[in-house]
């Protein structure tokens, strides 16, 4: 029996790249009268442009990134009953700078997870996307699974993950 919690006021729906984050996330927003966006929206060209020659992007790449995303979180929650934010999230400190001192009743982190194999092979099929197959390798390497989030197995259909999703969480 899954123990429920209040939808909060911001979900992250976090994991690798290729990890279905934007297309569940859009799936899920109608359905808590939300809204998603997805974080890669918000990196600079010049972040795009390193991904897209597969050179992982840097803390010091990432750190201007992280405040924006942060603004727009607290924009956002003047905007919307439940916003939801994809974003790939991968290290403790990087959840932090998200969170920035909130508690769980005003954001919960959903973690998308999945094989290695799995993703590689659903990133594989994906077309005009800026971030290269040749890029999943780190990101697995980067990602420190989290110890306090909703874990989601990706294995399953979009519909399915976002059934589960919601059956962590009372709606209002």
Known sequence: M???TPLPRTLILMGVSGCGKTVAG???????????????DFHTE????????????????????YAKLRARIEEMRGQTPCYILACSA???IYREKLRAGDDDSQMQFVFLD??????????SKRHNHYM???????QFATL????????VDIDQS?????????????LP
Do not use: Y
């Open 114 to 123: 999945g094989t290695f194999e799995l993703i590689n092979d659903r990133m």
């Open 144 to 151: 420190e699974r989290p110890e306090h989030a909703v874990r």
């Open 26 to 40: 859009h799936l899920l927003a109608p359905k808590v009268d939300g809204v998603c966006e997805d974080a890669d």
């Open 2 to 4: 899954i123990s429920k």
């Open 46 to 65: 010049e972040a795009k442009d390193k991904m897209r020659a597969s050179i992982p992007l840097t803390d010091e790449d990432r750190w201007p990134w």
């Open 90 to 92: 991968l290290k403790h």
């Open 158 to 170: 979009p519909l399915e993950i976002v059934t589960e999703i919601l059956s962590h969480f009372t």
């Open 132 to 138: 290269p197959v040749s890029l999943l390798q780190s």
